[in-house]
């Protein structure tokens, strides 16, 4: 795409000011508060760094801020530290150490509360099963499971003892876990029987099972006996976490890691078939989640945290997991869906456990006003004092029925913007001290260099839509794509020069606010999850079936976006409603059923150019059901245009 394509359709309605009640007990109250702080930490970051970590456990002290070796970043080199030792041991010297860690509710209505010591306890048993099952320092470890509270304590766990963790989505199919055991070289996995989604048990260790048959280089599989469903165990492979748990000790002391320690690998979809893990480190994205937690939701100690995102998601990592307890927070896990048994399950949720702060994402919010009004106005909603989005660009009408319906006109919004790759939250407004505009992600965070700026890398004046980059590197920036680090430094440093290159496309107004327009790759946002069309693509062509598949996006009033597959069949195959149904299921298997198309349309050819390439932007067009406006002197032939165009009618 061209940087003159990008143009952005979010209008400026009114600002909106944070209440007087708000500022009282805000970390930040006023715009001159932030802008000093962000100018020191620009400006002077060692003093702004040095200041923040000592808010933080070590134990040994960095010697030197950070290195930049573009496009490798170090932070808080010759530090020792370890994040579950931040996020739990930090705590049990106050009185914090009976304060509820976690407030879990299960699916079918199960609760529990693990204080900071429950968590604590359990943390450092599961840590001893690890190391009873031969894991150490540097190994891999796939986490495959529901949300329930043990999701979060094998994170920790493998944190505390220094093993990486890759989380796989429940959601995702067994071919993706193969993938990425694959990619990985994960020598355990850890997972339940089952989870529960819309009263159903999805069959998580079925997956497993699968995927072993043909994945290679796993031990050992640790099972958590969440649903009772009957499960097959492979003798001396696969074992209960109830049994292992209840062998060994709850004594395990922290690994003193290394700052650039290898924490976790989170796949994620990128413009090629295969997902890139994102490698985060230690000390860097301990920083990083710490401080946006403190400042973003201006966590308090009497606050009730709910960030609503899986933990098998970055959100779900950074904001559920490590940011909250790292600043000591309560933070509330919920297994099920936002459904289920009704549409009012979260602002029953809220009002059962007082939630203060809410953290969801623009296409929940967007169900949330089909369903109707009715459903919040149910329950009393008096806790809430901030509300937060993330994932995707907020319509301002989605923002309004946000501040009106859920936060009665009384909590400020923060709407974050950031990416799996910068490991915590980049631009924003922090929510006492400054103004928001709908529609609009706000300023940058403490540490953070953005610009819009054009293929040359020049900085574009206010309101010219270019590509969104980051001029110096920041603590939690991704560390490399694991295993391809030519990958990382061609798609994250080799489009524009030496700067940290999005994907994204923007503007900043005249006030230096940043207006994401979305994604400028062949990478979809469909109901806040990324969806590479390239994974898609070829989920698609390896059905006996299909010739040739491209996949775009197409404007959702839902979803944000919704995904359209043109396919081309091989000879003789005929074109049918079942077919479409077929190759529907057929995503789900390979990739998982958040990648299915949401649209199948069969034609006899793709519109291509001389080279041989298919031009997605005339099928954009076609798909989102407008005119083709856009040059086609390139199209190879143009008949193919008239016919998709005829398809579609
Ligand atoms: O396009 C941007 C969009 O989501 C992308 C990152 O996706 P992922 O790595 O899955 O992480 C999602 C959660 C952090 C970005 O490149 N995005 C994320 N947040 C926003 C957003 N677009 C607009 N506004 C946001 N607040």
Same mark, same amino acid.
């Given at each position: ?67 930049? #070796? ?46 900071? &010591? ?61 993938? #990425? ?45 969440? &649903?009772? &469903? ?88 950074? /904001? ?32 059962? /456990? ?153 503007? #900043? ?141």
């Amino acid at each position: 795409m061209s940087q003159t394509d990008i143009v952005s359709l979010q209008k400026e309605g009114k600002k909106f000011k944070p209440s007087a009640a708000f500022i009282k007990h805000a970390h930040l109250k006023s715009a001159a508060a932030y802008k000093k702080l962000h100018t020191e930490s620009i400006k002077q970051p060692q003093k702004f760094w040095t200041r923040v970590s000592k808010e933080l456990h070590w134990f040994k002290p960095w010697t030197k801020l950070h290195e930049w #070796r573009e496009p490798f970043a170090k932070w808080f080199i010759g530090g020792q530290t370890n994040v579950a030792y931040n996020c739990l041991d930090r705590h049990l010297t106050s009185w914090r150490r009976n304060k509820a860690a976690i407030i879990f509710e299960g699916e079918p209505g199960d609760e529990r509360v693990l204080t900071y &010591t429950d968590l604590h306890r359990e943390v450092c048993r599961f840590a001893n099963v690890l190391k009873a099952h031969g894991i150490k320092a540097g190994d891999r470890i796939m986490i495959y499971m529901p949300m329930v509270p043990e999701a979060a304590i094998a994170m920790l766990a493998c944190a505390r003892i220094g093993a990486t963790h890759t989380v796989v989505f429940g959601g995702f199919s067994a071919q993706s876990i193969i993938d #990425r055991l694959q990619d990985s070289q994960a020598k355990m996995v850890i997972t339940a029987d089952g989870g529960y989604r819309r009263g159903a048990v999805v069959a998580l260790k079925r997956n497993v099972d699968d995927a072993l048959k043909q994945a290679t280089g796993v031990e050992h599989v640790i099972v958590l006996k969440r &649903t009772g &469903t009957e499960v097959a165990m492979q003798e001396g492979r696969d074992h209960w976490w109830h049994e292992e748990t209840a062998k060994v000790s709850a004594v395990c002391p922290a690994a003193k890691l290394d700052s650039e320690h290898p924490l976790f690998i989170l796949y994620t979809s990128g413009s090629t078939g295969k997902p890139k893990g994102v490698l985060h480190t230690t000390a860097g994205y301990l920083a990083g989640t710490y401080l946006t937690t403190k400042y973003v939701f201006d966590i308090k100690d009497e606050d009730t945290f709910w960030c609503t995102a899986d933990v098998g998601w970055v959100t779900g990592h950074s /904001y559920t997991v490590y940011g909250a307890l790292a600043n000591g927070a309560t933070t509330v896990m919920y297994e099920g869906a936002p459904n289920w048994p009704e549409p009012d399950r979260f602002w029953r949720i809220i009002a059962k /456990y007082k939630v203060t702060i809410l953290y969801t994402a623009p296409t929940a919010i967007r169900a949330f006003m089909r369903w109707g009004d009715q459903w919040p106005k149910k329950h009393d909603l008096a806790s809430l004092r901030l509300l937060g989005t993330v994932g995707e660009p907020i319509n301002p009408e989605a923002w309004l029925w946000y501040h009106e319906h859920i936060g009665q006109k009384r909590c400020p919004i923060v709407d974050t913007w950031w990416q799996t790759e910068t490991g915590s939250i980049m631009i924003t407004t922090l929510p006492g001290a400054c103004f928001t505009k709908p529609g609009s992600a706000g300023l940058p965070f403490f540490g953070i260099d953005p610009a819009v700026v054009n293929k040359e890398g020049s900085e574009l004046p206010a309101n010219v839509g270019g590509f969104l980059v980051v001029r110096k590197p920041w603590p939690s920036i991704m560390r490399t794509i694991h295993g391809d680090p030519e990958r990382f430094k061609r798609q994250y440093f080799g489009e524009i020069p030496n700067v940290y290159f999005t994907g994204d496309g923007c503007r #900043r107004d005249k006030d230096g606010y940043f207006w994401i327009v979305g994604r400028i790759d062949d990478v979809l946002n469909v109901a806040g999850h990324r969806i590479g069309t390239a994974e898609v693509e070829s989920a698609l062509v390896s059905n006996q079936k299909v010739a040739e598949a491209a996949c775009v996006g197409r404007p959702d009033s839902l979803k944000g976006q919704a995904l359209v597959a043109f396919v081309t069949l091989k000879s003789g195959i005929t074109a049918t409603p079942e077919l479409k149904e077929e190759l529907r299921a057929h995503v789900g298997v390979q990739i998982g059923p958040i990648a299915k198309p949401d649209d199948i349309r069969f034609t006899a050819a793709l519109p291509k150019t001389r080279s041989g390439k298919i031009m997605r932007r005339l099928l954009k067009e076609i798909a989102g059901g407008g005119d083709v406006k856009g040059d086609t002197t390139t199209l190879e032939d143009l008949s193919v245009l008239v016919q998709l165009k005829a398809d579609e009618e």
